[in-house]
């Protein structure tokens, strides 16, 4: 691994410390740096005109690895476009939880270990997801974590009709519907009720989000399955949809959400043994 692209996320590495760091334990490894930002950043943010900057776009053909200074937002908004490259990610958490980050910010002097080889590749299942309206595909993208599909106003509920392979699995008025991947079951799914799913597990989970009955429950199915989510009442209302905590698309009434397991998967760097179990004890017990 020769040239590696780092990705912070500049509300989160105050003053950009440390990926300072990161890039001076990388080239003294002998490996090649650039620096990219994951999003555009507000007008009025000043970046630090003693580091340069370069697009990541123009970047990516030449890259080894994407390392990502931030939250597991910041691994997602990076995961879409290395993911179609083939271009694996490792994460250094500067946020709160920081599931799908490999290092906490005190740790990144193992970054080196890139320069070696000492490393593996962790592959998560991804999400294809489109949304039809009459004839036509007005939406279609990929996700690591989820897809979410909300209600518009606050005092409203929406009616949705979510179908496996054709079949009816769940109808119900909610303030919405989470389709997880196991990478994401840690995120909205959760704190929706949903289960914790291991990463390496191979299914995607339904969780109704503050359902307005007493039966309906969270389903988790193969991924083999494909899923249709349809809005059955309210034509007056709307809904939302947003995958990865991305721009919502609105969905009105007739339209089609088809969410099934994608080709393609992301590879996440991991340069420890350290279990699923450790890290989930590690995040909500401070262990």
Not at 149 to 165: F, H, Q
Not at 257 to 262: D, G
């Amino acid at each position: 691994m020769k040239n590696v692209i780092l990705t912070p996320n500049p509300y989160r590495d105050r003053n950009f410390s440390t990926v300072r760091s990161a890039m001076q334990i990388l080239k003294d490894s002998g490996m090649r740096v650039s620096l990219c930002l994951p999003f555009e950043v507000d007008r009025g943010f000043e970046l630090p005109k003693d580091l340069r900057f370069s697009r990541l776009d123009r970047e990516l053909p030449n890259a080894d690895a994407i390392v990502c200074f931030g939250g597991d937002g910041t691994i997602l908004h990076t995961a879409k476009a290395a993911t179609r490259r083939n271009i694996p990610i490792l994460g250094v958490n500067i946020g709160t939880m920081g599931f799908l980050a490999e290092l906490e910010s005190s740790e990144i002097a193992s970054l080196s270990q890139l320069a070696s080889g000492a490393y593996k590749l962790d592959p998560r299942m991804m999400l294809d997801v489109t949304i039809q309206r009459d004839r036509d595909i007005i939406f279609h993208d990929i996700c690591l974590n989820d897809v979410a599909i909300t209600k518009g106003a606050v005092a409203r509920i929406v009616y949705l009709s979510v179908e496996c392979d054709g079949v009816q699995a769940l109808s119900c008025g909610s303030d919405g519907i989470i389709v997880s991947t196991p990478s994401g079951s840690t995120a909205y799914n959760l704190s929706a009720g949903g289960p914790i799913v291991e990463p390496d597990a191979r299914n995607m989970i339904i969780t109704p989000i503050c359902a307005h009955d007493m039966v309906s429950r969270c389903i988790v199915t193969s991924d083999r399955r494909v899923i249709t989510v349809r809005m059955t009442q309210n034509a007056r209302r709307n809904a939302f949809v947003s995958v990865d905590g991305g721009k919502a698309v609105r969905l009105n009434l007739g339209d089609t959400v088809t969410i099934r397991r994608s080709k393609l998967e992301t590879k996440l760097i991991k340069l420890n043994d350290r279990s699923f179990y450790d890290v989930v004890n590690a995040k909500f017990q401070g262990k």
